[in-house]
């Protein structure tokens, strides 16, 4: 198959990091509604281009531990039984906190000039269950985890070693055979656009983005655990000193709140301001959101959560009656069905990484 090499094309509103051009966030005014447009979803990539992949001559194999390996085409896959719902992810490096990553790490300069929660979104998805191709295939009882290999390749961008690597990535047979595991062929209605992974991406529902393999060309099923560099070198935070395990790799999303209304620098009157947000918990559900304008002293119940949709952010409201003219430090607060609530501090600041923060985030508002 050829893979021809292009730019990539991103929309100006985008943000962009210093990674070179790999990486670009959403503004924060495009969170503020439950769908972000497919042009100002974020972006992250390892390497400058997209692989750009011929459609004509596409094809997903599926191979290793099955009883009958395939060779799919575009219009293969669109012949299985479509599934379509909102998914909300996050890349593992969202709602960076400078302090807390060691530029020395050189993994985080990636998420250098993002301020904010940029690096998520929720659009509609739509595609097939991975579970249907998996079994079509025949899947023997010595497979543990499906490797998902991306047409895209090249140098690791931090440190440029090793010289050649491929985005791969895995997933316990468990998740793979979930229903929700989709082969995503569609982004809010269109095909998928060429940053999103054109012709298909896997589409990890509830888990963090970087599961979430784009430009995908091959299924392995495997008899042992995959070590691939990004499944075992990247995305992770280092444990507590002395732990047991050294790693803790990211899977489903965390317990996790957001405030978008207001957006950083705008001015709330002071005849009062409806502040709203997005809450969201990977594969458990949203029980509570609560807002503090006291810096985290008293809390109340927001007034609505909006029921969610598939995968999809909750988002909510909250009516505020400030005092009087001011500054104020907002937070939100959530909790899952689990009983998860988010910390009030980041919460792995030994790592150096800045990975998985979910903490409660201070908002800075001036009322007038
Ligand atoms: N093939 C491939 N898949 C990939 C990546 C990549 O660079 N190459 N980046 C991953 C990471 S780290 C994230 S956070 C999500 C981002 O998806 P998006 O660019 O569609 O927002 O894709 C994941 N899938
Ligand atoms: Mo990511």
């Given at each position: 198959?050829?893979?021809?090499?292009?730019?990539?094309?991103?929309?100006?509103?985008?943000?962009?990091?210093?990674?070179?051009?790999?990486?670009?966030?959403?503004?924060?005014?495009?969170?503020?509604?439950?769908?972000?447009?497919?042009?100002?979803?974020?972006?992250?990539?390892?390497?400058?281009?997209?692989?750009?992949?011929?459609?004509?001559?596409?094809?997903?194999?599926v191979?290793g531990e099955v009883?009958?390996?395939?060779?799919?085409?575009?219009?293969?896959?669109?012949?299985?039984?479509?599934k379509?719902f909102?998914v909300t992810f996050e890349?593992c490096?969202?709602?960076?906190?400078?302090?807390?990553?060691?530029?020395?790490?050189?993994?985080?300069?990636?998420?250098?000039?993002?301020?904010?929660?940029?690096?998520?979104?929720?659009?509609?998805w739509?595609g097939v269950s991975l579970k249907d191709v998996l079994e079509k295939a025949?899947v023997k009882s010595s497979a543990v985890e499906v490797m998902f290999e991306g047409?895209?390749?090249?140098?690791?961008?931090?440190?440029?070693?090793?010289?050649?690597?491929?985005y791969e990535r895995s997933l316990p047979l468990a998740k793979a055979m979930h229903p929700d595991t989709l082969l995503a062929?569609?982004?809010?209605?269109?095909?998928?656009?060429?940053?999103?992974?054109?012709?298909l991406r896997l589409l990890v529902s509830g888990w963090y983005g970087m599961n979430s393999v784009k430009?995908l060309?091959g299924l392995h099923v495997l008899d042992h655990e995959f070590k691939g560099?990004y499944q075992t070198?990247?995305y992770m935070?280092?444990?507590?000193?002395?732990?047991?395990?050294?790693?803790t790799y990211y899977t489903k999303l965390k317990?996790?709140?957001?405030?978008?209304?207001?957006?950083?620098?705008?001015?709330?009157?002071?005849?009062?301001?409806?502040?709203?947000?997005?809450?969201w918990s990977g594969e458990d559900k949203?029980?509570?959101?609560?807002?503090?304008?006291?810096?985290?002293?008293?809390?109340?119940?927001?007034?609505?959560?909006?029921?969610?949709?598939g995968y999809?952010?909750?988002?909510?409201?909250?009516?505020?009656?400030?005092?009087?003219?001011?500054?104020?430090?907002?937070?939100?607060?959530?909790?899952n069905?689990k009983?998860?609530?988010?910390?009030?501090?980041?919460?792995?600041?030994?790592?150096?990484?800045?990975?998985g923060?979910?903490?409660?985030?201070?908002?800075?508002?001036?009322?007038?």
């Amino acid at each position: 198959m050829a893979i021809q090499q292009i730019s990539t094309k991103v929309e100006p509103q985008l943000i962009p990091t210093n990674a070179g051009l790999r990486t670009f966030a959403t503004p924060p005014s495009a969170l503020q509604n439950d769908i972000v447009p497919n042009d100002l979803y974020y972006i992250r990539n390892h390497w400058k281009e997209c692989p750009e992949i011929d459609i004509a001559t596409y094809r997903l194999n599926v191979d290793g531990e099955v009883n009958n390996p395939l060779s799919l085409s575009y219009e293969d896959l669109k012949q299985l039984p479509q599934k379509r719902f909102q998914v909300t992810f996050e890349c593992c490096g969202n709602s960076p906190v400078p302090e807390y990553y060691t530029k020395a790490l050189r993994i985080s300069t990636v998420m250098e000039g993002i301020k904010g929660h940029g690096i998520m979104g929720n659009a509609e998805w739509a595609g097939v269950s991975l579970k249907d191709v998996l079994e079509k295939a025949g899947v023997k009882s010595s497979a543990v985890e499906v490797m998902f290999e991306g047409a895209d390749h090249g140098p690791d961008e931090t440190v440029g070693d090793p010289p050649e690597v491929t985005y791969e990535r895995s997933l316990p047979l468990a998740k793979a055979m979930h229903p929700d595991t989709l082969l995503a062929y569609e982004m809010n209605g269109e095909p998928l656009p060429l940053n999103h992974g054109y012709p298909l991406r896997l589409l990890v529902s509830g888990w963090y983005g970087m599961n979430s393999v784009k430009w995908l060309v091959g299924l392995h099923v495997l008899d042992h655990e995959f070590k691939g560099f990004y499944q075992t070198e990247r995305y992770m935070t280092a444990n507590e000193p002395g732990a047991a395990i050294p790693y803790t790799y990211y899977t489903k999303l965390k317990v996790k709140s957001i405030i978008t209304n207001p957006v950083p620098g705008e001015i709330i009157p002071a005849s009062g301001y409806t502040l709203a947000g997005a809450a969201w918990s990977g594969e458990d559900k949203i029980t509570k959101v609560e807002i503090s304008a006291d810096g985290g002293d008293t809390w109340s119940p927001v007034d609505v959560i909006h029921p969610n949709s598939g995968y999809s952010w909750y988002r909510w409201e909250y009516r505020w009656q400030p005092k009087g003219p001011g500054h104020y430090t907002l937070m939100s607060k959530a909790t899952n069905d689990k009983g998860d609530t988010q910390p009030m501090e980041f919460p792995n600041k030994w790592d150096g990484r800045g990975y998985g923060n979910n903490m409660v985030f201070p908002f800075e508002a001036e009322v007038r």
